[in-house]
């Protein structure tokens, strides 16, 4: 395990080496110049060279390159020229803002869709699992951005039970210094995590049904009738213990969102997370912001990858690594 | 406990707590009288940096507005020529000695919001900054006329100029805001670009600068020493967001208190119909055109195989209903430009000579330069080239977007085939460096002026600057030169519209819309005036009346 374990790790971090390479050189030579000033005024070439040289834009591939890996190297990730600060800076207050979003959404989606499943494979064919069917079927369809307007709409322009956007309340809690502060922040989260969670509750429900009923024709399933155990018994301890592997995958898979963000709904709420941070530096080829993102991102996906791999075999006796340290079985 | 209970009233319980605690957090204010009031902005964007010198984004010149004066500023009558239309700031007084040489008086008053007084020496170090190459001011062009400045006392700073001009008054006060020198000299100055004194700026207007949640908000406190009057509204709040759509959504669900641009009908018509809020149309600062580049596309050297012809321009310039089409676009909220003219400079006349809309003449005129559909597609070809050239447009605009597409089909009524080519602003920025298009939809937003961009954008001094078109007429730059150096205003006016009607008789650019900027704000707010060049210039002088405030005026900040 301790050789796979290894062999992992150092594949992982090859790949996102590979992917920070990749995003550099793609950043450079993909058409769109640094837009160090507003677009609509005049431009004053010598002040934007006398930036692009501040900003260390000017030189060579090969040497921003070169010095990109050395300032890496010591931890630092550059200076962003869009924002005017470290992006070191911009990353850690956009990244816990982010986690905010994607984990509220990630409980809403994992709770909410684990228990609609299991509900609609109790209830396979009658008629809660078809209409639950079809209403998980019409949120999987919809475009995230699409909800998060009519959300948006209905319950903060038209009734005006959540605020429109945005993070907290600037007139009242400037800073979440007390309770009802961070009910505020609450509720602005609320609109924004329930359009992202309700979605992916459609996607997860739909999956989680499929995988219980998948187990619920396994013989070991019949075995544990036949030996007496109680309904509730075989529900929890066998089909719906069995049908969490394929859903640990899931959560691996989900877990770059953490950081990564959602974009479109970061940008319709005003959420000033990772998703936003990024966008708003791809367009104005803001670079170091770019490689930050994406070196972050890329650790993520491959970590959330190794940590489902680990959870599975941790979870599923099967999958166990072989004493040899081969790969998983 | 808790688990005890049923799930209903668990969830119940958990509701009522979140009710509750939100009620509670509208915690009650405590502030009466004529100096409360909390305005809060829906701003699209967020400042880069609170440095004056190092900054053009719109909302960091609005949040500057308030923190940092200047000597003196442009009055509602946005005039730029002599000094009569400009208001004391800093100065409280001015005068000229000699022709090229004029002297500000700074308000004995006037302190630094740690306590030190404002001197002229501080006037001198902005000088010095603006036009200093490491910090790579923007504003630095506009300054190449003033030879110097200098403190000759504390209380006293001496311009110097190279050139008598009528805007000298206007080169010396409207670009620089006075900067703090003390706290300012010990940054070097090519780290200004990311100072943390922009972060966290000390000014000396009429607001402090209270805090900055990155993504977030901004809020500025009325500061009550102000030497030229103690503001009403205490608190100023943006409130970012990334999306002119988010931003409106705020104020129509009075979440915020107002914008100062709602630029489409449908963004003013929804403000329009909240009850809460009032508009305020005021003259827009942005004129647009669809551009020809007159140069080959990649090729400068050359001229474009279409648009080199300047009976083609003007052809194609006939062929396009601007009228129409701003009606489309804009309804009422903009005009047609008689030129290359926002509506915020003075020699704007809708009586200056253009071409018409006729598309009988355009068709006339591209027959007679050998431009016939011979193979009856539709499209007109001479010596087998189609008449079709692309159209390089901005993404991240609607407005554009959408003029782009109607004249598509306006001049393929004509036999003109127009492909639109939709990248982002950093690519139109770069393939307009580099004269890699045919044609362009572009936009500007001016200065108060058009001595500044209109010789940078139109004549051949703006070769390798904004002159993207590469628009060259001699006789046009004479004029502007004329206009630019005149004594007296009514000879500069004669001067700019020859040169207006010089360029839109030689058509370098479909001249298509001059915005009204339309903003919107809550009822409550009182003496609101805008200055068309700067919404925010008179913030400072806004009330809200003790009987209309409202809970959030009232919260202790």
Not at chain 1, 76 to 104: H, M, Q
Not at chain 2, 164 to 182: C, G, N, T, W
Request: net charge neutral.
């Amino acid at each position: 395990m301790t050789a796979w374990l290894v062999r992992r790790v150092a594949a992982s971090i090859a790949i996102v080496f590979l992917v920070v390479t990749l995003t550099f050189i793609l950043m450079d030579v993909a058409p769109g110049k640094p837009m160090l000033g507003p677009t609509e005024r005049l431009v004053d070439p010598q002040a934007e060279a006398i930036l692009n040289r501040q900003f260390g834009l000017d030189g060579p591939l090969d040497v921003r390159y070169v010095s990109y890996l050395r300032e890496l190297a010591h931890g630092n990730l550059g200076l962003s020229f869009g924002l005017r600060r470290p992006v070191a800076d911009a990353l850690a207050e956009a990244i816990p803002n982010t986690l905010l979003l994607a984990g509220a959404a990630l409980l809403i989606d994992f709770l909410i869709g684990l228990a609609l499943g299991v509900y609609q494979a109790l209830r396979v064919h009658r008629i809660p699992d078809v209409v639950l069917g079809n209403v998980t079927l019409f949120l999987y369809s919809v475009p995230t951005f699409w909800l998060g307007l009519i959300l948006l709409l209905v319950f903060g322009e038209w009734l005006g039970w959540f605020p429109v956007a945005g993070m907290s309340d600037p007139i009242l809690c400037p800073t979440v210094s007390s309770f009802y502060c961070a009910v505020d922040r609450l509720w602005h989260l609320a609109l924004p995590a329930l359009t992202l969670g309700f979605v992916g509750a459609a996607g997860t429900a739909r999956f989680q049904r499929a995988a219980m009923l998948e187990v619920a024709g396994q013989d070991y399933i019949r075995t544990a009738r036949a030996k007496g155990a109680s309904e509730r018994r075989v529900l929890l301890r066998h089909q719906l213990r069995n049908a969490l592997l394929s859903f640990i995958t899931l959560f691996g898979l989900a877990f770059p969102f953490l950081l990564t963000g959602a974009v479109l709904i970061e940008t319709i709420f005003a959420w000033p997370g990772m998703g936003r941070l990024a966008t708003d530096a791809i367009l104005r080829r803001d670079f170091p912001v770019v490689n930050a993102a994406v070196l972050l991102a890329s650790t993520m996906v491959v970590a959330g990858n190794l940590v489902a791999d680990v959870l599975l075999a941790i979870a599923d006796p099967r999958l166990r690594v072989r004493s040899g340290g081969g790969e998983p079985a | 406990m808790l688990s005890a209970m049923p799930l209903e009233r668990r969830l119940a319980l958990v509701l009522a707590t979140l009710v509750l605690g939100s009620t509670a957090c509208q915690r009650a204010g405590s502030c009466t009288g004529a100096y409360c009031g909390t305005l809060v902005i829906g701003a699209v964007g967020e400042p880069d940096i609170l440095l004056p010198p190092s900054t053009q984004e719109g909302v960091s010149r609005d949040i500057d507005e308030q923190l940092f004066l200047k000597l003196a500023d442009i009055g509602l009558s946005t005039n730029t020529i002599g000094d009569e239309d400009f208001q004391p700031l800093l100065a409280e007084r001015w005068e000229w000695d000699g022709p090229l040489t004029l002297v500000f008086h700074l308000d004995p008053r006037a302190r630094w919001q740690d306590g030190q007084p404002v001197t002229a020496s501080d006037v001198a170090f902005t000088f010095d900054a603006y036009t200093d190459s490491l910090v790579a001011s923007p504003y630095r062009a506009a300054l190449r006329r003033v030879a110097s400045v200098t403190a000759r006392d504390p209380q006293t700073a001496v311009f110097r100029f190279r050139e008598k001009y009528p805007e000298m008054f206007y080169d010396a006060v409207y670009h620089m805001r006075v900067l703090p020198a003390h706290l300012l000299r010990g940054t070097p100055r090519d780290q200004w670009r990311t100072a943390p004194f922009g972060r966290q700026p000390v000014g000396d207007g009429p607001y402090r600068f209270v805090s900055w949640k990155a993504g977030q908000s901004l809020e500025l406190v009325a500061d009550s020493t102000f030497f030229l009057g103690r503001p009403a509204i205490r608190r100023l709040i943006w409130r970012f967001t990334p999306d002119l759509m988010v931003a409106t959504t705020q104020l129509v669900a009075d979440q915020a208190d107002g914008r100062d641009q709602l630029v489409t009908p449908d963004n003013i018509g929804r403000a329009a119909a909240a009850p809460q809020l009032t508009i305020y149309p005021y003259r827009g600062a942005t004129y647009g055109y669809m551009g020809f580049n007159l140069a080959a596309n990649g090729d400068t050297t050359q001229p474009h195989p279409i648009f080199g012809d300047r009976d083609v321009r003007r052809a194609l310039t006939m062929a396009v209903d601007r009228a129409s089409l701003l009606k489309s676009v804009f309804g009422d909220y903009a005009k047609v430009p008689p030129g290359p003219v926002s509506q915020l400079w003075w020699i704007w006349d809708p009586e200056m000579r253009q071409l018409p809309y006729d598309t009988t003449r355009a068709k006339w005129t591209l027959s007679s330069h050998g431009w016939r559909d011979s193979d009856k597609d539709g499209i007109r070809d001479r010596d087998g080239q189609p008449l079709a050239f692309h159209l390089l447009v901005s993404s991240v605009s609607t407005i554009r977007k959408t003029y782009a597409r109607l004249i598509q089909e306006q001049l393929r009524q004509v036999g003109v085939q127009v492909e639109i080519d939709e990248v982002d602003n950093s690519v139109v920025s770069e393939r307009l460096a580099a004269g890699k298009f045919d044609a362009v939809m572009l936009a500007w937003q001016t200065d108060p002026t058009p001595s500044s961009g209109v010789p940078q954008v139109w004549t051949r001094g703006g070769f390798g600057r904004s002159n993207y078109l590469r628009y060259d007429n001699p006789a046009f730059d004479a004029l502007v030169d004329k206009a630019t150096s005149a004594a007296t205003r009514a000879q500069a006016r004669v001067a700019w519209r020859g040169a207006i009607e010089t360029v839109n008789a030689d058509a370098p650019a479909i001249f298509l819309f001059a915005t009204d900027n339309v903003a919107a704000f809550h009822k409550r707010v009182a003496d609101v005036r805008i200055r068309p060049d700067s919404w925010a210039a008179l913030v400072r002088t806004w009330r809200i009346p003790p009987d209309r405030l409202i809970d959030r005026d009232r919260v202790e900040p």
